[in-house]
């Protein structure tokens, strides 16, 4: 009878969030320039904001620790007892819809006639928190796909 040794969870490494970054980006693309996601965060309260921001955390833990039955989050390299690979997860998530509401002027050519840059600033962290539902999904699947 062989004896195996107990498997070490694998290491977070660079690749898994370059994974991360090409599935996040991938799904942000199109919601970033799409005008009824910003006439959408124009209409939404913060507490609408906060709670998509909610719902990007829950989708992406669900994605990561519970779809995929092989994780577990309390065995992987953590920061501040939060895994890793989760803590970039939702660095992507945003981060991609942010840098590309940046690069395309987003804010500026649909919110075109927003009184201040306060409002603007506001209404584009709405978008950002549309976007980033979509964003968290390719980056979580990209990861649970290929991190193999």
């Known amino acids: 009878?062989?004896?195996?040794?107990?498997?070490?969870?694998?290491?977070?490494?660079?690749?898994?969030?370059?994974?991360?970054?090409?599935?996040?980006f991938l799904l942000a693309g199109p919601f970033v320039v799409t005008e009824e996601v910003w006439t959408l965060a124009k209409s939404m309260n913060v507490?609408?904001?906060?709670g998509t921001i909610a719902v990007v955390f829950a989708?992406?833990?669900?994605?990561?620790?519970?779809a995929d039955t092989k994780r577990d989050p309390t065995a992987e390299q953590q920061v501040g007892s939060v895994p890793i690979r989760f803590v970039s997860l939702v660095?992507?998530?945003?981060?991609?819809?942010t840098i590309l509401a940046l690069l395309f002027d987003a804010p500026d050519t649909f919110l075109e006639g927003?009184?201040?840059?306060?409002?603007?600033a506001l209404i584009t962290f709405k978008a950002v928190s549309v976007g980033?539902?979509?964003?968290?999904?390719?980056a979580a699947t990209a990861d649970s796909v290929f991190s193999r």
């Open 47 to 50: 507490l609408q904001a906060l």
């Open 59 to 66: 989708i992406g833990y669900a994605a990561l620790y519970k």
């Open 91 to 97: 660095c992507v998530s945003f981060g991609s819809v």
């Open 1 to 24: 009878m062989r004896v195996r040794r107990p498997r070490r969870p694998r290491r977070f490494r660079p690749a898994d969030s370059a994974q991360q970054i090409v599935g996040g």
């Open 114 to 120: 927003v009184e201040t840059n306060a409002d603007a």
């Open 132 to 138: 980033s539902i979509f964003s968290v999904a390719g």
